[in-house]
């Protein structure tokens, strides 16, 4: 098992662009959390899908985020403009009914310039 | 969802054991606990999750009173490969999938050598 894929590791981008996060969860996972990790905040959570249904997104900043899950083994979190704010590292992780818990990947980290 | 307090950081030196405690007076009946470590540049990794008393597997234990206010994991021997944040969690699994959990900002353990 390859666990959950992230890709890009690393992106830097100019400030107003839009940024695509990708996450490949573990098959047969039946749900996916997106968080965000920096110095100040910590891990936060974003959004999570429970069978490729938004369940929560409270979390989401504002309207300039958004996220996708098209089908079982693909979701995206869009950025769109991106702001210097935006920086930190992403991370996607999937889970199928805990107690055994999330398998997170090794992240995103982006940095808006 | 119960908040958890634990210290901001802790050391140790190699071939030691190390407890950290986490303080969750709020939580629910359903409420499992469940402790990640996350190393620098990735994503968090679980270790244990209990409901309550006693739980050891290869990697730690994780003791949990009865009253279920708080919880200690127990690392026996550390190495330096046991440095690593530690956070602590509170929340219930579902039957239809995961419900996303919140993240504090962890107890950053140093092991010596």
């Known amino acids: 098992d390859a666990g959950v894929i992230q890709s890009p590791r690393h992106e830097v981008t100019e400030m107003g662009q839009e940024v695509t996060l990708r996450c490949k969860p573990i098959?047969?996972?039946?749900?996916l959390f997106w968080y965000r990790q920096t110095m100040m905040r910590g891990l936060e959570l974003l959004i999570y899908?429970?069978?490729?249904?938004?369940?929560?997104d409270s979390g989401m900043p504002e309207d300039r985020f958004s996220a996708k899950m098209p089908n079982a083994s693909f979701s995206t979190l869009k950025i769109q403009p991106s702001e210097p704010r935006d920086s930190a590292v992403y991370f996607c992780?999937?889970?199928?009914?805990?107690?055994?818990?999330?398998?997170f990947g090794s992240g995103t980290r982006l940095t808006v310039v | 969802l119960a908040k958890t307090t634990q210290p901001i950081s802790m050391d140790s030196y190699e071939g030691q054991e190390v407890n950290i405690t986490c303080s969750h007076n709020?939580?629910?009946?359903?409420?499992?606990i469940t402790w990640y470590q996350q190393f620098p540049s990735q994503g968090p990794r679980f270790i244990i999750q209990g409901y309550k008393t006693k739980v050891t597997n290869e990697v730690a234990s994780l003791f949990i009173p009865a009253d279920r206010k708080s919880s200690t994991l127990s690392l026996p021997r550390v190495s330096l490969s046991d440095t690593a944040v530690y956070y602590c969690l509170v929340g219930v699994p579902s039957g239809g999938g995961a419900d996303g959990l919140t993240f504090g900002k962890g107890t950053h353990l140093i092991i010596q050598p």
């Open positions: 098959s047969g996972h039946n749900s």
């Open positions: 709020n939580i629910a009946t359903n409420d499992y």
């Open positions: 899908f429970n069978n490729n249904v938004p369940i929560d």
């Open positions: 992780a999937s889970s199928f009914n805990r107690p055994y818990g999330y398998t």
